[in-house]
């Protein structure tokens, strides 16, 4: 099975939505990162979140499997409110694939061990199984020879496609990715972005937080510029990048696309 195949068996029914968030709102003492922000995400859809340094996107992406609480408004997981705590907190994150911009892996065990982990304590699945199936996305992730060693012996390319085949291995149903490019070497970009385009093109529901206009124009079905804590502009990749319409995105893209 392909990484596209992989994904499209993960994504379930296509075009009904699986991410809602409705009215939310988040403050840090008197910062309001969030201000009334209402999107859908439907199920095989690939949302990218663009904007400056500050604007919300990264808490926003938090937001979604409860790693940052919100003070109003709320946020469902297809169709179910998100939980407070406990167990069912638990089994949300387990639907719910995270890959920040540091690898967060385990530095005393093992690539394969990494991969496993989750997929025994919390799915409850056999080693053997578990393994075998970690096995499976190292391989398509590009990494399965290196399932023995730990993660200090992997360039940052390579720990950041283990993370991705980590969070695969629980078979969520959604994937976000806070800027999971922005700590790796300019020739190790490409290598994460390709495995994010493979998971893009088999049907992966994907939240994208970055800096990556690239990936944006080729992978997303929708772009979201935020600014401010606030959704200023949406719309399909190549309408946001050849004509935005609000003041602040015209001045961002002037900034970057120049470089």
Known sequence: MTLTEEAGRQ????GTPLV????????FGQL?????????????????????SGSGKSTLCRTINRLET??????????RPLPQEGKELA????EVGMVFQSFNLFAHK????????????????????AEKRGRELLDRVGVGHQAEKYPAQLSGGQQQRVAIARALAMEPKVMLFDEPTSALDPEMIKEVLDVMVDLAQGGMTMIVVTHEMGFARTAADRVIFM???????????????TNPQSDRAKDFLGKILKH
Do not use: C, M
Request: aromatic share 4%; hydrophobic share 45%; no cysteine.
């Open 20 to 27: 809602v968030l409705d009215g939310v709102n988040k403050w």
């Open 91 to 94: 089994n949300l994150r387990a």
């Open 110 to 129: 093992t690539i394969l061990e990494n991969v496993t982990l989750g997929p025994i304590k919390v799915r409850r699945k056999s080693k053997v199984d």
């Open 227 to 241: 600014a401010d804590g606030a959704i200023v502009e949406e719309a399909a990749p190549e309408t946001f990048f």
């Open 11 to 14: 994504a379930g029914t296509p």
């Open 32 to 52: 309001h990162v969030l201000q009334d922000i209402d999107l859908t995400v439907h199920r095989g859809e690939v949302v990218v979140v663009i904007g400056p």
């Open 70 to 79: 919100i003070d109003k408004g709320a946020i469902s997981l297809d169709g």
